[in-house]
């Protein structure tokens, strides 16, 4: 497994965007705030190729040159993301044509990755860009595109290709009809020649299928860019690519579009470019989230590629949170912290997208406290890198339950992330830390690695699954689930039969009714509420199976009391817990609390906005991180003797420390010293 040899702390860098020639004094500026990496290239295919088989390197060259004689490593991007005007008019149909018609051209990601014309061409760029790098020592990898996605290519090429994916699945073309539905409004197929144009269909299954097929092609296209690139690529080099997740004015969620586990394995090393709100909204959610998922696509140390220096409006970090959000970073596993960008741009649509300097291109507030981040990373890197973590806790991730959320919305909740984070976001405050693992990977060995997973609304999930589910909990795991979860196939079918299906003995409870929950809360004597709780959007009334089932909490409603809400039920070895319903989320973690307990899972005592994270250093010597989140002061206590990293100092176990606002420590375990938990 190929991974760096040294914290990584860098920038974006574009030498063809800056309005003058400033290369040597941006060198020299980043040299003093500690930049050791520069990322280039991936942004201006037009500018490499100006007219059809053209080249001009010279801007690339320049930057090679300079970072070289400054000692700044380089990851050098494919520039494949954005196609350049000549090779639009070249082939009209290059342009996706998608379910809301053909793009035109201008932003960038508007193009078929599926067209032969454009594969011919990037090929091309790719093999000539990677021929000019070769002779670069210090170039120690290579990004493939950028944030890619299918970007919905819908065109009569790919839907032929999608008939041909069906085909094979289903030899007889009665099995189509059967799976999918397709008797409904005279939908069925009888000649795979009549297949209609799936832009207008009803069938959600089917629609849910093309997207998969979709994500499909993402896939493919990592394999054949990596193809490429690796016959240059050089023993020590790697292959990385800059994932991005669902927005919301920032990065939020699951992305929708790709099957990054299935992606990242034509990668030597993930990357993520994760953005969030800053100031008071600062909570580093998102930087845990975004870590902790990229962290799981390979199971190792990652790369973040992008993130924010001063960022979109309304983004710039008070004094002290660049700091912080840099070694939050760091406290989930990342080797490196890379922001999108060095310099502000001067026009166009990221105009106030600004990076590390602002439009003056001088020294600034930013710049400064980039300084004190470079020279601790610098001064920390023995102590701070391939920092390991050992969660006994996973997440389930579920492309095809997202795309279900979108089609067969529950309530108003027409996005799974929003159910995802509902629990995550409850998890990361009360500072229980977890992976994310695939449900297309999620076999018994897997699963047995965690004493709890958690189902976040997985509404997709296949037969062989929902049996590995119950022989985990039965040999001693346990399982938490969320509305809605085990309740269709892998095609979006609806079971046939009890919910959650396959698993009802496990829960010790099912359910046939489901509504939205109008005036109801919640009561219960296992758990108590600081404030009345408060739904919304779903409500599924559950039966308990037998007096065995624990009911956690029930509905507080003159018609719907007799229903369960939360229920707890051992079974085999282990036990499962089911969530019925979607309430606040100072209520759930007062469910949760509960649950932990039942679960035998220690809850810390530390709680949002005192994060602590840990995990062990390359020297297999336990680090903990503890994370001040807030305006106030925050006190921790020492979990062990050891050293205090960013001070120098010795610290005590059992000490108590104070945290200034938005102020971090870093503790390293002395030699011979174990922590309570081992």
């Known amino acids: 497994m190929i991974q760096t040899k040294k914290l990584y702390y860098g920038a974006a860098y574009y030498d063809e965007y800056l309005p003058y020639d400033r290369l040597q004094a941006d060198m020299e500026m ?41 000692g700044i490593d380089v990851i050098v991007g494919t520039p494949t993301y954005a196609i350049p005007p000549w090779l639009a008019r070249k082939y009209p149909d290059i342009l996706a044509d998608t379910h809301h018609g053909q793009e035109r051209y201008g932003h960038r990601q508007n193009m078929d990755i599926t067209h032969p014309g454009y594969l011919f061409h990037a090929q091309r760029i790719i093999r000539r860009l990677l021929k000019e790098v070769q002779q670069y020592p210090h170039v120690i990898g290579f990004q493939i595109d950028n944030e890619t996605k299918p970007y919905d290519t819908c ?64 896939t493919e296209f990592f394999c054949w860019q990596a193809s490429i690139i690796r016959e240059y690529l050089r023993p020590e080099q790697f292959i990385t690519h800059n994932f991005d997740f669902s927005w919301r004015n920032y990065s939020y969620g699951y992305q929708p579009d790709v099957n990054q586990y299935d992606a990242a394995q034509h990668l030597d090393i993930a990357g993520s470019d994760i953005y969030h709100p800053s100031e008071d909204h600062l909570t580093g959610a998102e930087i845990a989230f975004g870590g902790d998922l990229t962290r799981s696509l390979k199971q190792n140390n990652y790369l973040i590629l ?17 700091r912080l959000q840099a070694f939050s970073h760091l406290a989930s596993g990342a080797d490196c912290v890379e922001y999108w960008h060095w310099h502000s741009i001067h026009n166009a649509i990221e105009s106030y997208w600004k990076g590390i300097l602002s439009h003056n291109l001088k020294e600034n507030a930013t710049y400064r406290e980039c ?139 099912t359910y046939d009714q489901f509504t939205e929950p109008g005036r109801t809360s919640l009561s219960g004597t296992a758990v108590s509420f600081a404030e009345k709780p408060s739904l919304s959007d779903w409500t599924e009334l559950l039966i308990p199976k037998d007096n065995q089932t624990e009911v956690i909490a029930r509905y507080d409603h003159p018609y719907w009391n007799e229903y369960a809400a939360v229920t707890h039920h051992t079974y085999g070895k282990g036990s499962a817990a089911y969530i019925g319903c979607y309430f606040d989320s100072a209520s759930l973690e007062s469910v949760l609390n509960v649950l932990m307990e039942r679960f035998e899972i220690t809850v810390p005592k530390e709680h949002f906005p005192l994060i602590r994270k840990e995990g062990r250093n390359q020297n297999e ?27 120098n100092s010795p610290v005590c176990k059992q000490d108590t420390i104070r945290l200034k606002p938005w102020e971090f420590h870093i503790l390293k375990q002395a030699s011979g010293h174990f922590t309570a938990n081992e």
Not at 306 to 322: I, K, S, V
Not at 625 to 641: A, G, H, Q, R
């Open 30 to 70: 980043m040299k003093k705030a500690g930049i050791n990496l520069i990322r280039i290239a991936e942004s201006t295919w037009s500018t490499w190729e100006p007219e059809d088989g053209v080249f001009d390197f010279s801007h690339l060259h320049r930057m090679l040159h300079a970072s070289k004689n400054a």
């Open 155 to 218: 065109c009569p090429r790919v839907q032929q290709r999608f008939t041909q994916y069906l085909k094979k699945q289903y030899p007889d073309i009665n099995d189509f009809n059967q799976e999918f539905g397709l008797n409904y409004w005279s939908n069925r197929v009888q000649d795979w020649a009549d297949m209609p144009d799936v832009r207008g269909t009803i069938n959600d299954s089917l629609a849910a299928e093309f997207e998969h097929f979709q994500r499909n092609l993402v």
């Open 306 to 322: 992008e993130t924010q220096a001063q960022g979109n409006h309304g983004w710039l970090a008070y004094p002290g949170q660049l």
């Open 371 to 509: 300084m004190t981040i470079g020279a601790d990373m610098k001064r920390l890197t023995n102590d701070l890198l391939h920092l390991k973590k050992h969660n006994k806790i996973a997440m389930l991730m579920s492309n095809r339950s997202n795309t279900a959320f979108r089609y067969f919305p529950a309530g108003s909740i027409n996005d799974q992330n929003t159910i995802v984070r509902w629990l995550y976001d409850a998890f990361y405050r009360m500072n229980l830390e977890m992976d994310m693992i695939s449900d297309t990977q999620a076999d018994p060995a897997r699963l047995a690695d965690y004493d709890l997973i958690v189902l976040p609304s997985v509404y997709s999930m296949p037969k062989i699954l929902t049996e590995h589910l119950q022989a985990y909990v039965k040999n001693g795991g346990h399982l938490l689930a969320a509305l809605r979860s085990a309740f269709a196939d892998e095609h979006l079918k609806i079971y046939a039969d009890d919910q959650p299906y396959g698993l009802t003995e496990c829960f010790g409870m």
């Open 621 to 647: 010597t336990a680090i903990t991180y503890f994370f001040n989140y807030s305006s106030d002061s925050m006190d921790y206590t020492v979990p062990y003797d050891g050293t205090e990293l960013i001070g």
